[in-house]
């Protein structure tokens, strides 16, 4: 079993920005894939970013290519999502997810095995 739990979200105007983190316990997190995902209201949930589990592999969704990095530090059983440039488009609750799936890129929900509760996102015009 893995434990994530998400931090850093809250409200921001367009244009800043925000650093959500991962915080994962139980299993060595190093073995898994880490992605985030996102869900706004009324709307499914929807691939953001993923990483390899070695870090040094990463794939975006094309609206936040640009704009949003994915990292991990391993040795801090943590990952990251920066956020810049955020647009009102972006407000949702971010999830992060842990997979053992080596297919890459990771972007589909059924690839991941755990799931934080997920942060709140608000972007103000």
């Known amino acids: 079993q893995v434990q994530l739990v998400e931090s850093g979200g809250g409200l921001v105007q367009a244009g800043g920005s925000l650093r959500l983190s991962c915080a994962a316990s139980?299993?060595?997190?190093?073995?898994?894939?880490m992605g985030w995902f996102r869900q706004a209201p009324g709307k499914e949930r929807e691939f953001v970013a993923t990483?390899?589990?070695?870090?040094?592999?990463?794939y975006y969704t094309e609206s936040v290519k640009g704009r949003f990095a994915i990292s991990r530090d391993n040795a801090k059983n943590t990952g990251f999502l920066q956020m810049n440039s955020l647009k009102p488009e972006d407000t949702a609750v971010y999830y992060c997810?842990?997979?053992?799936?080596?297919?890459?890129?990771?972007?589909?929900?059924?690839?991941?095995?755990?799931w934080g509760q997920g942060t709140q996102v608000t972007v103000s015009s």
């Open positions: 139980g299993r060595t997190f190093s073995f898994y894939a």
């Open positions: 997810a842990a997979a053992r799936s080596t297919a890459w890129p990771s972007i589909g929900r059924g690839l991941y095995d755990y």
């Open positions: 990483i390899n589990w070695r870090g040094g592999l990463t």
